[in-house]
């Protein structure tokens, strides 16, 4: 018998993970720019970094209380392919430092993660019933 995650710990794992990144900038400034390269607009990396603690936020609560949704799971995937996204594209056209791509491995292993978790813990609501 193979192992299966739920997504209830995906959700969590994806959580803990944007949590830590996203509250890193605002915790200490000097060491994020020193692990990922200057910045022109920190405002940007802030408001990048405000989007990531909210979803991260939502994941764990919806892990915690082990109501993965569809939605739940396609927001931990669109988020986590389009920052994988952003790294790759902007890392090989030299806009940001390539230490991004490490970000995009982790990404695309939550995405891998949430596509292996499947879908048996995710329940469908209809009419206010479950």
Known sequence: MSYKPSGSIVAVLQSLFWLLTGVWPFVHLPSFLWVTGPKEDIWLLYTVS?????????????????????????????GAAGLAGIDVYYA???VIWDVYLLDAVAESALIILWLWAGS???KEVRSGKE
């Open 50 to 78: 405000v989007l990531i603690v909210a979803i991260g936020g939502t994941l764990l609560m919806a892990g915690l209380r082990k109501q993965v949704t569809r939605e739940v799971k396609g927001l931990g995937i669109a």
């Open 92 to 94: 090989f056209n030299d």
């Open 120 to 122: 048996k813990e995710i």
